[in-house]
């Protein structure tokens, strides 16, 4: 059968509610797999939640609720969320699931063993927002830190850390030889000029059960959790492995005798925002290599959307409510118009002027106006049948056909097709 076609988004962090950059995200990449059926190749699309780490711990206790009943209850929105936009996922993955634990401790097992790992104390400051440890490079220029980061705390406590600085030389190496590894390729130098510049501190990837307890055990050492980025990001190889994907089960010693064989790694895109390029550009392709498994064919970065000009905030109100514009103008309409307004990498802007103007213009007017009158003249001069074949236009239909298949072989060349034909 032959390895499928495998494209991932990343996994949603359940927080909060589904908005519209978690919508252009997945839909996007259902573009990306449905092109790929339509060409009649095997695709398999993964998408889910990340549900471990310590604000969703705090956002458990503000609710009243245990940690794993508050993660079910948004877990049943998101999954309304990816039905109500109608995608073409194969899979849902929860790292709360035990499917996910077995194969992220079988991940930190082999690493221990092979001296990946080891422990140390840390002195310093803590971004509870990020989850991540601070130095004074992540200081403003004023010596804050941004608020991005708020609260910071300083902290004191013992961790495990995954040895990153022994790989920096070889993921230098191997994003210069691969062009097309991180797209855009503005993302691919921003990437290469951090790792150039900057010697790569080791990973811290635990936290103490005194301060945190909803997390994946530390198998080798019971008084620790998983960091959550450590966690979240296997969740790529966690599907592979569950369908006994002969690579992973083979890279990380995994019995997968009896599972279906599925042939999914390596990925073929990992579709994600440009706030967490750092964490699947640098960190994630370490892992990989520890871990004896070959590196994704591609990480895609697209950017962020304003409304109006402005960001977008729940606070201010200045929001998008995709479900909300779908009731009001249709599932087709607002897929439409987050692939057509916005191309893949940069920063885009919703207008809801802007909305009614495609809706209207090339939807209404200009497909749907097409689609109408080659149905009212079939109906008008065939009778509504259309018997004869005419090969008249077969040299000008298959030429369109091919250059169609060139430019949705590569996100690039995708994403120019998009913009000037009107969208997929």
């Known amino acids: 059968m032959g390895k499928k076609f495998y494209a991932t988004t990343a996994i949603d962090y359940v927080n909060g509610q589904p908005h519209l950059g978690h919508a252009y995200e997945k839909i996007w990449t259902d573009v990306l797999v449905r092109s790929r059926k339509m060409e009649g190749l095997e695709a398999f699309f993964l998408t889910g939640l990340d549900e471990h780490g310590q604000k969703v711990q705090q956002a458990a206790e503000d609710h009243g609720l245990d940690p794993q009943e508050y993660c079910d209850r948004l877990a049943v929105d998101w999954r309304a969320f990816t039905e109500r936009l109608e995608l073409s996922h194969d899979d849902f993955v929860r790292t709360s699931e035990s499917r996910h634990k077995q194969v992220v ?52 406590e013992t961790n495990h850390y995954f040895r990153l600085g022994r790989h920096q030389e070889w993921l230098i190496e191997h994003i210069e030889a691969h062009p097309d590894f991180i797209y855009p390729e503005y993302r691919r130098n ?20 005194s301060r945190l307890n909803w997390g994946i055990p530390l198998p080798f050492d019971g008084d620790y959790v998983t960091y959550v980025w450590f966690d979240a990001l296997s969740n790529y190889v966690t599907i592979p492995a569950v369908l006994g994907d002969p690579v992973v089960c083979g890279a990380l010693g995994l019995d997968c005798s009896g599972k279906p064989g599925v042939e999914l790694w390596p990925a ?17 392709p370490i892992m990989l290599k520890a871990m004896g498994l070959p590196m994704p064919r591609q990480i895609t970065v697209h950017g962020w959307w304003q409304k109006e000009g402005q960001k977008i905030s729940k606070t201010t109100g200045n929001i998008v409510d995709p479900v909300k514009v ?74 369109a056909i091919s250059v169609a298949r060139g430019k949705l072989s590569k996100p690039e060349n995708f994403r120019r097709r998009c913009r000037q034909s009107g969208g997929l």
């Open 105 to 156: 401790q079988a991940i930190l097992n082999k690493l221990q063993a092979e001296g990946h790992f080891y422990t140390s104390e840390y002195r310093g400051y803590y971004s509870t927002r990020q989850e991540t440890f601070l130095t004074d490079r992540d200081r403003n220029e004023s010596g804050e830190f941004d608020e991005i980061f708020a609260p910071v705390v300083e902290l004191t």
């Open 190 to 209: 921003e990437v290469l000029g951090f790792l150039r510049s900057q010697e790569l501190e080791d990973l811290c990837i635990t936290r103490p059960l």
């Open 268 to 284: 073929d895109h990992h579709v994600v925002g440009k706030d967490i390029i750092k964490f699947h550009a640098v960190y994630w």
């Open 326 to 399: 779908i009731e009001e103008w249709g599932l087709d309409a607002f897929r439409f118009y987050c692939i057509r307004e916005l191309d893949l990498g940069p920063d885009g802007n919703w207008t809801d002027n802007g909305f009614e103007a495609r809706y209207s213009g090339e939807l209404a007017n200009g497909l749907g106006n097409l689609v109408n009158r080659s149905l009212s003249m079939i109906r008008r001069y065939r009778g509504g049948v259309l018997s004869a074949v005419h090969d008249d236009l077969k040299a000008d239909a298959e030429h």
